[in-house]
C-alpha cells in the first residue's frame, strides 16, 4: 500500500508599519478590507429527462418539458449546457449527441432536426443565455430525434450538464 502524505502550504503575511509604531509606548493598527464579489448559482426543478418509449428514426419530445433552470445567486449568469452520446450500460454508443436538442422554448417534432431553430446538444458547452438574472429561472425543452446506429432495443442513457457562470 502507498500512502500519500500531503502537507498544507504555508504562507506568511507581513504588515510593515512605520518605524514610530515600533518605538517605546507606541502601538500601530492597521485596517483591512475586501470586496466580496457576487455569485451564481444553479437549481433545477427535476435531474431527469424522459422521453418514453420511441422507435428508432422518432422524434420526441421530452415528457417532462420543460426543465427549469433557476440561478440562486446574488449576480446574472450565463447558463450553457452540454451532454454526451446515447449509451447502453456497456457503454456502447447507439445514439450521438448531435440527435439531442435543446431550446428556451417549446420545440415541435416538425422542428426537431440540426438545422431547426434549437440548439443542438454536443459534448461542448452551448449557450442557453447570457443573462439568467438573479432568483430568476429559464425554460428549458428539450427533444431527441431517435437516429440509432444501428438495430438496437432497449434502454438508453444520456449525461447532460447544466454549468453557470458569472
Do not use: D, R
Not at 428514426?57 to 451532454?83: F, H, Y
Not at 432536426?113 to 430568476?136: F, Q, Y
Request: glycine fraction near 10%; charged fraction near 0%.
Amino acid at each position: 500500500m502507498k500512502t500519500l502524505l500531503i502537507l498544507p502550504a504555508l504562507a506568511a503575511i507581513v504588515l510593515l508599519l512605520p518605524a514610530s509604531a515600533y518605538a517605546a509606548g507606541g502601538g500601530g493598527s492597521a485596517t483591512g478590507s475586501v470586496t466580496i464579489a457576487g455569485t451564481c448559482g444553479l437549481a433545477l426543478n427535476t435531474n431527469s429527462i424522459a422521453y418514453g418509449t420511441v422507435t428508432p428514426g422518432q422524434a420526441a419530445n421530452a415528457t417532462n418539458n420543460p426543465i427549469v433552470a433557476s440561478n440562486t445567486g446574488t449576480v446574472s449568469a450565463t447558463l450553457v449546457v452540454s451532454g454526451g452520446n446515447w449509451t447502453t450500460t456497456g457503454p456502447l454508443t447507439v445514439i450521438y449527441a448531435n440527435e439531442t436538442f435543446v431550446s428556451p422554448s417549446a420545440i415541435h417534432a416538425s422542428q426537431i432536426n440540426p438545422a431547426g431553430p434549437h440548439l443542438t446538444l454536443t459534448g461542448t458547452p452551448v449557450t442557453l443565455t447570457n443573462s439568467l438574472v438573479p432568483a430568476g429561472s429559464l425554460n428549458t425543452f428539450w427533444a431527441l430525434l431517435a437516429k440509432t446506429l444501428g438495430p438496437f432495443a432497449g434502454n438508453l442513457t444520456q449525461t447532460v450538464t447544466y454549468t453557470t457562470s458569472c
